[in-house]
């Protein structure tokens, strides 16, 4: 996914976080989370933006338990989609 979605920032976030796999001690579980390292550092990213969006009342555990949800062949869309959601319901 190297286009520009409608579902920035949260797109970019994603592929820079699956970028960071590779990384040293990426793949290792979090303790408090149970997700590999990489997915709970992009999470937080994700919690972030959807914080900067307006939407304060998301937590990072919010962010981790959506992010599993998102599965198959479609997961960039997913979860940019799905975050991208969380942080308009601030807007309403």
């Not at 994603?14 to 997700?35: C, F, S, T, V």
Request: proline content about 3%; some cysteine.
């Amino acid at each position: 996914m190297t286009a520009k979605t409608e579902y920035e920032p949260f797109a970019t976030i994603i592929q820079q976080g699956l970028a960071e796999r590779r990384g040293k001690d990426a793949m290792d579980r979090h303790p408090e989370h149970n997700a590999p390292r990489y997915v709970v550092w992009m999470c937080d990213a994700m919690t972030r933006a959807i914080h900067d969006a307006g939407n304060e009342g998301v937590t990072l555990a919010d962010v981790v338990r959506l992010e599993s949800t998102c599965t198959g062949a479609d997961y960039h869309h997913k979860f940019a989609m799905r975050c991208h959601h969380l942080a308009l319901r601030a807007a309403v």
